[in-house]
């Protein structure tokens, strides 16, 4: 055996060293953009996309005050919280117009930004605190003028035309962000107002305000000196006339480019399962100088891909109820077309009404973790490997950012190296070796502490014709140590052919190929250090005889002898003192789907050893340690204590599907080590 150690740059020589041998490459593209497929046939999700300006690349819409904002949004939902209702409903890709707190079954808005100021809802009498209208335009753009106009056309019931029926009081508010307002479904205004008038009598209303980025809009009809006669038409409970002032368009207009584009595919069938390799993009930043676009090197502008990759065409799985109140898996046939939603408003005056879980209504809609991997973390740079377990399914996720208004950038092409499955899966999982079946779960080692681990492997070949693999490689983040290798079954003590011992991790060529016909289990026993509070041992098989891709390690259960079924592994810092104790959750999975059931995550734990009030922080991390979320839970003294969390990061965007770390820490002069727990978020 010729063991070495390595830097990252000989062991990238030592990888082409083993996939120059004489062999036919096998390592193909797909393509999406310039000679691939077009980008205009192959989504699902366009928001603000322009695929004209610039024949088979994308890129933002440059908006215009020609037209108004609403006039580029095609694919509204009506509702507050539409995810139980609108099959699909992503919060921050889905634009959303809901009338009152949460949404009427009609009407709901829909005819106010259609475009066409003859199309209208016919006065009607009702309070006027229910006149309230939110618009989510789901990304935030450069806003210079919020307005709206009485209809072209149509007499009230006394004659008066509704061209003239002016909205007598008013105010409007707007926000970059999303706010307790729209979070929570209460009627205050947002945190910027920019009208607040008490006696209009100007059919048609602009209001125009310094350019800013702008998400959400809220109309309120306000009570005015001129609603006297409306308001003395109340007997015996109701209204006996409709308030004055009729709306048939809202307008909101802007001038730049959106803070974000979206754009996502479609769920593509490639046919069959094939490893997946590297990512690639080719960009141009732009900046809108005079009306034309200039090719900038320095525009604001960014580019974030995520990638998700799987083993059939719908990554959800849908869920009715049954008669005990558990959950039962449906076809998604059944359970859009044949299931009820659980909450219904039984007339247009009634509040929201809520039916006990039963057979005949829709359940949960999960994610098929089995079958999908969750989103990747966000690619920012192109010729990075995905890291993705192999896949027949693929789906991409393209947000095409802009920190200035008159900056974007193109996206000219996109395209991801694919390959031959070298077997069907390799199932991998980690632990400590002195503690091989942990109580809680999971592994935990001390941060900074030299620790022996093993690593078991499995293939299996029982659904694919794949000629196998006879090299490993395991990242860990850490220089790691090579202590031995054990194969067969029984596993037996064999000496690898080769290793290098890398900086973060190890490179292991196995004695003999692991193929369908001799597929033994395989143990690695190394040893390094952790110093992250959170890091994923990945590892990738690959043939030394053959042009392929690394095949991924998927974590799970590789046999009996360890019980993590896990590639993740946890540090704790042992030398602080235990300041956060009896950390504990309401769940262990976080469903904020807005159906009551497990939104909101209430977090319990006892502080220790503070002399005083300390800020605590609660913070969820991603599997690779890095920091997602961050919210300050305040001044916290010493004894039991209790937050909570609804799955929004700060900016109040829902964090996508996954599994995460949740930590929560003091802010204290001394050390202090973070107590933290596994948790899943899925809907």
């Known amino acids: 055996m010729a063991l070495k150690q390595s830097s990252f740059g000989r062991v990238w020589l030592f990888a082409l060293v083993l996939i120059a041998q004489p062999a036919s490459a096998q390592i193909s593209a ?23 300006s610039a024949p088979g690349s994308i890129q933002p819409i440059y908006l215009t005050p020609e037209k108004t904002v609403f006039s580029h949004l095609d694919n509204w939902v009506f509702w507050r919280d539409p995810s139980d209702i609108v099959l699909g409903y992503v919060d921050g890709e889905t634009p959303r117009t809901w009338k009152w707190s949460d949404g009427l079954a009609a009407p709901s808005g829909s005819l106010l930004i259609d475009g066409d100021d003859a199309t209208y809802y016919p006065p009607r009498a009702v309070p ?9 335009l789901a990304v935030a753009v450069p806003a210079i003028s919020f307005g709206f106009t009485t209809p072209s056309q149509g007499f009230r019931s006394d004659g008066t035309p509704l ?14 962000e999303s706010e307790r307002p729209v979070v929570e479904g209460t009627l205050e205004p947002l945190s910027h107002i920019i009208a607040n008038v008490a006696e209009n009598f100007e059919p048609r209303v602009a209001i125009p305000f310094p350019r800013r980025y702008v998400r959400y809009v809220r109309y309120r009809r306000q ?34 480019v959106p803070r974000k584009a979206i754009y996502k595919t479609s769920i593509t069938d490639l046919g069959q399962s094939v490893n997946f390799g590297r990512l690639f993009w080719r ?18 502008v960014g580019v974030k891909i ?5 083993r059939d065409g719908d990554p959800a799985v849908y869920h009715e109820y049954m008669q005990t109140g558990f959950e039962r898996v449906v076809s998604r046939e059944r359970y859009e077309n044949q299931l009820r939603t659980r909450q219904f408003r039984p007339n247009l005056e009634a509040p929201i009404v809520t039916l006990e879980p039963r057979p005949g209504l829709r359940a949960s809609i999960g994610y098929d973790d089995e079958n999908w991997t969750f989103w990747s973390v966000p690619f920012t740079q192109p010729g990075l490997p995905l890291n993705l ?28 190296e694919t390959a031959p499955l070298l077997a069907g899966d390799i199932i991998g999982e980690v632990a400590r070796r002195t503690d091989p079946q942990p109580a809680r779960g999971f592994t935990e080692v001390s941060l900074g502490q030299e620790t022996d681990f093993v690593y078991d492997l499995r293939a299996d070949f029982s659904q694919v014709d794949a000629p196998g693999f006879d090299v490993l490689r395991i990242r860990t983040g850490s220089r790691t140590r090579f202590v031995g290798l054990e194969m067969g079954q029984p596993l037996a003590t064999v000496a690898p052919a080769e290793v290098i011992e890398l900086e973060d991790g190890l490179l292991v060529r196995l004695p003999a190929r692991v193929t369908r016909a001799d597929n033994p289990p395989l143990r690695l026993f190394f040893s390094t250090a952790l110093f992250s509070l959170a890091t994923t041992f990945t590892g990738e098989v690959s043939d030394s005889e053959r042009e392929v891709l690394p095949q991924p390690v998927v974590g799970g259960d590789a046999g009996q002898a360890l019980s993590t079924n896990s590639l993740h592994v946890l ?35 006892t502080l220790f050893r503070l002399p005083e009030l300390v800020p605590v922080a609660l913070e969820i991390y991603a599997l690779d340690g890095r920091r997602l979320v961050r919210i300050d839970a305040g001044r916290q003294a010493a004894g039991p204590q209790e937050t909570e969390w609804d799955g929004r990061d700060e900016s109040g965007e829902l964090l996508p599907p996954g599994l995460y770390l949740l930590s929560v820490a003091p802010n204290a002069e001394f050390a202090t080590s973070a107590q933290i727990l596994p948790l899943g978020i899925a809907y």
Do not use: C
């Not at 006149?131 to 989510?136: H, L, P, S």
């Not at 000196?225 to 409709?242: H, I, K, N």
């Not at 995520?306 to 799987?310: F, L, N, S």
């Not at 235990?578 to 977090?603: F, K, M, Y």
């Open 30 to 52: 797909w393509k999406l953009g310039g000679a691939g497929l077009a980008w205009s046939e192959s989504d699902t999700t366009r928001l603000f996309i322009d695929f004209v």
């Open 128 to 136: 006027l605190e229910r006149e309230v209208y939110t618009m989510d």
């Open 163 to 176: 061209k003239t029926d002016a909205i007598p009081g008013y105010d409007v508010s707007i926000a970059s």
């Open 223 to 256: 009570v005015s000196v001129l609603d006297e006669d409306f308001l003395a038409s109340f007997v015996r409970g109701q209204y006996r006339d409709a308030p004055p002032g009729t709306i048939a368009e809202f307008e909101l207009f802007a001038e730049g």
């Open 283 to 300: 960009t141009t930043p732009l900046r809108m100088v005079g009306g034309t676009p200039v090719e900038t090197p320095d525009a604001a």
């Open 306 to 310: 995520e990638v998700r990759t799987g």
């Open 389 to 416: 377990r192999s896949g027949s399914y693929l789906q991409l996720r393209i947000a095409l950012e802009s920190r200035s208004f008159d900056d974007f950038v193109r996206l000219d092409s996109l395209w991801i």
């Open 571 to 605: 540090g704790v810092a042992d030398s602080a003192p235990s300041v956060v104790q009896a950390l504990s959750v309401s769940t262990s999975v976080l469903t904020p789907n807005g159906d009551g059931i497990h939104d909101r995550l209430q977090i319990r734990y």
